[in-house]
């Protein structure tokens, strides 16, 4: 996400205010990232979905 | 990071022939750039050549309309100059002074005649880009360079930062809840909270396949979590059809109330409806008149043989008057009567009728001759003073008729002439077209209203999905906490799913939050912006994103707003979003004062420089709107290489750029 930006802020605020598993925020906090990295770029769903999948296996693996 | 222009360089881009170059002084304080130029004579073109470099998109052109024929990106009369086989390239480039270094961004496009004569255009344009990276420059060219540039701006954003003046005094005019809710979505980037969502819930129900089912009820409840997800899906794809179709009707909807508004649709229905009015009175008018004439023609054909014979007529009324008085007009006694007791010879007494009774009563049946016919004198003694009463009575029921007639062609005159001048205000409009726009406008209504029911009942059952899946996922948890194996990938689901349960449940609080935020902003911006600064008392956005400018006495006003207004009200939400969106680009704004009364140009020009302190503002403006005030006040804010003026060659078919002095 935008770094220092008003919603960048006020979203993570909401997810702290909303959860408290650091494996949770972690994991939507990655999503929110590789959203933004792929914002108006055509990535194809396989790329997308390999993605995602690494993204839950490193959030697994930083909690062992 | 934040960026602003230092350069642009155009070639054979539009009215644009050769290489015109523009170069920017970047100050802090002076952080105004001018651009004057006449209309038609290329300002918008030079923001087009901006958003073209920068994103391939020209911001006066729809995507759609993009490749639909009209004047071609490269200059005309450079592509009239071409040889067969010859080719030629419209260019622009864009050099950035950034955060980390200096950025040149050139985007080309290649057209030229080939061996036939014909002319053509690559599909594609070229964009170059050219950053620092760990202090060496880089060049990207090719599919991922556009990302770079979406760092800096994202395409989606590029409207809240170069700004056609028209569409921003327009904005809150044409604008509905749900362009509202969709701009601070998108600059909010609340689009990326559903997209990972999409996407999470995707990995869940792969996820949820790979998950070996161990336990008798998991398959069968995963399958109808399967079932339900894929109504779920169907379900939301058809409402987001729905939504487009609602949001496509209710774009026009307000295209069509805007032309019925500037074609004063209730002023031309109001005098067509007189005009229908009038005809019926017309008919009923002429048939009184055709009616009152025909009364007094029969009147006078009746009454003029009276008035031609007046004179003989008071001659015979003369002489009967003078037999009544000297008695010559005997009782009225019948002949039959005499004749029949001459002819029985007896008296009504009974006494036998003769001698000098019968003689006497001889000479009285010759006197009854007389008595005959002075009972028709009687008679018509008394029909010639009826005549008479008429022929006294003639002028004055003449007249009263004639009057009437006179009258009733009066009232005629009056509406024909009425009638005249509608046809003559209506002329002027096309009252087919208006009609057409009127049926539009209520077809519209209908179907509005139409989507928005079937979009409740949608979501009504979406709710009831939504209800039963957190049911099945509650069963599905517990089935899950039997199986002991497969940990991994259960372990994997739970998280998605808790992930997925977080997001849900934080996208709504987030956007009220957000919705919030760009209401607060837009107020404050609005309050420091406006000239009338305790006329309005706040402005408001509700959960419907509907919003409403308070007046200090209560009323809504947001209908009722000035040119001038619209605009700060305009610039003070894109500000606000702007703020939002974190990004910190160049702003620039094409004819930003056209429309706006002496008062507010004076208010703008004196505050939106300040306002936009640190960022860099460029504004494009006509002769017209630069004027006196505007030049006393834009000088404050504006260094003098900053200051541009295009001219066009003498058919107005070619423009160039250069400075100017202002005067």
Redesign the interface.
Known sequence: MIEGSEFNKLILETIDENCDDPDIKNLIQKSLQYELDIWNRQVRSPEIEDEYAQMVDDVLKGRK | MKYAISSISITNYRQYSGTQVLDFKIDKTKNLSLILGKNGAGKSNLLNAITWCLYGIEIHKSKDNYNSGGMPIINTSALKKLKINQSITAEVIIHLKTDIGPWTIKRTLEGGKSGLGELYFNETSELTVIHPVYGQDKINTGE?T??LI?NLL???LKNFFFIDGEQLREFFKVSTPDNISKAIDIV??????Y??AD??S??ET?LRKSVKNTTPQLKSVQDNIEKIQNKVVDLKSTIKQVEKQKEKDQEEIIRVKEFLKTHNSSVISTLESERQSLEIDINKLNDQVWRKEYQRNSYLVEIAPFIYLKKEIEQTYKIMEEKVEKGELPPRIKETFIKELLEKGRCICGNELVGEAKKILEDYSKKVILSELSEISIVGKTTIEEIFSSIKEFPEKIDGLNEEIEEFKGQLEKKELRIEHISNEIKEYNVAEIRRYEERRDELNRLIAKNEQVLLLYKSDLNTYDIKLKELRGEEERELSKDKKNN?LK??LT??Q??LK??V??EK??KT??RK?VEKSLNENFKTLIRKKTAFSSISIDDKYDVKVHHIDGYNVINDLSAGEYLILGLSFMSALM?????QAPVIIDTPLGKIDDEHREYITTELPKFLTGTQLMLLVTPTEYDKNVKANLDRYLLKENFYRITENKDQTESTVGRYDGN
Request: cysteine-free; glycine content about 2%.
């Open positions: 991922e556009q990302i979406n994202p395409e989606a909010s980037q609340l689009e990326l909270v997209k990972a996407h999470l995707k990995v792969n991994t372990e994997k998280l998605v808790s992930s977080v997001l449940n934080t609080i987030i939050k957000i935020q703020t939002i969106s974190g990004f």
